[in-house]
């Protein structure tokens, strides 16, 4: 979600709007070019609930949703809120693209070396299902890579945009973080994506 320079994002709340498990932390990090910033939403962690159980949609419904009904304070357009996900939270991000209301759709999708073994598949790609953006890394210790494949595929064939990157080197869950190789560029490949959708347009 981008919030624009000149607006600092308002405080997040303490306490989730639901009793569900959202944990709200605030976080920024910067998306080039142009200097755009994006808000963070963390959903609740518990590894039980991403090992034992499926997915909890919760989470990602009741970020958007809140997000959306509150995009005035943000100074964001309630049509510009997508959801990224870094390997289990690529689980939760690909749970909802597939599972979702008018209220909860994401208008984009960013899955980051996600675990789709684990997600909650539903009845498939659906009718409105968002833009996707797939990354990962051929060398995952954990073997996600073919799983951003899939993806890739399901979405194609339901005649969905989708973009996939997969690098040579990287492993697993290297983000932000530096390694001096063709993966530390991840992010402006995700901003190039994001200016095709038409995301990055004032």
Request: aromatic share 10%.
């Amino acid at each position: 979600m981008a919030i624009p320079e000149h607006k600092p994002a308002p405080d997040l709340p303490d306490q989730p709007p639901h009793p569900g498990a959202l944990v709200y932390r605030q976080a920024r990090f910067r998306l080039p070019p142009g200097g755009t910033e994006l808000l963070l939403i963390r959903h609740g962690e518990s590894q039980a609930a991403y090992l034992e159980e499926p997915f909890p949609l919760v989470d990602g419904h009741a970020a958007i949703g809140y997000l959306r009904k509150h995009a005035a304070e943000f100074g964001v357009k309630p049509d510009r809120i997508g959801i990224i996900g870094f390997s289990t939270g690529g689980t939760l991000a690909v749970s909802v693209a597939l599972n979702h209301t008018a209220e909860t759709r994401p208008n984009f999708v960013a899955l980051i070396y996600p675990a789709y073994r684990w997600a909650i598949k539903g009845a498939g790609v659906p009718a409105d299902a968002p833009p996707a953006f797939l990354l990962a890394a051929s060398d995952d210790p954990l073997g996600l890579a073919p799983e951003s494949v899939t993806i890739y595929q399901q979405w194609i064939a339901a005649g969905k945009p989708a973009e996939l990157h997969l690098y040579s080197k990287g492993g697993h869950g290297f983000g932000m973080r530096q390694q001096h190789l063709p993966s530390d560029h991840w992010i402006e490949r995700f901003a190039d994506w994001l200016d095709v959708q038409g995301l990055l347009t004032k």
